[in-house]
């Protein structure tokens, strides 16, 4: 079994600062992606940064600059850290993986159970 477990989440205020956390843990072969998603009340689901399979990052153009994605290969762990937070960040954001359990698997792609992030005065 795969487990992605997010943490960090929580409310802030307007320009202020936070950093997730995402750990994948379990039966992993390979990872080939890890990355950031985000959804707010009423919106469709979002990319915010990922590692790509090659792994370069990619970032949501109206993010660059405010959030930066980095990583610990070592522990399978993705980190956002984000800056100058709005209000219009709000949402649940959702680390996702795409990986191989196995030698003998597919690809396929996890989501975690998403970390809440609230910035409001």
């Known amino acids: 079994q795969v487990q992605l477990v997010e943490s960090g989440g929580g409310l802030v205020q307007p320009g202020g600062s936070l950093r997730l956390s995402c750990a994948a843990s379990?039966?992993?072969?390979?990872?080939?992606?890890m990355g950031w998603y985000r959804q707010a009340p009423g919106k469709q689901r979002e990319l915010v940064a990922a590692f790509t399979s090659g792994g370069s990052t990619n970032y949501a153009d109206s993010l660059k600059g405010r959030f930066t994605i980095s990583r610990d290969n070592a522990k399978n762990t993705v980190y956002l850290q984000m800056n100058s937070l709005k209000p219009e960040d709000t949402a649940v954001y959702y680390c996702?993986?795409?990986?191989?359990?196995?030698?003998?698997?597919?690809?396929?792609?996890?989501w975690g159970q998403g970390t809440q992030v609230t910035v409001s005065s």
């Open positions: 379990g039966s992993i072969f390979r990872i080939n992606a």
């Open positions: 996702n993986a795409v990986l191989m359990r196995t030698r003998n698997d597919n690809y396929k792609t996890y």
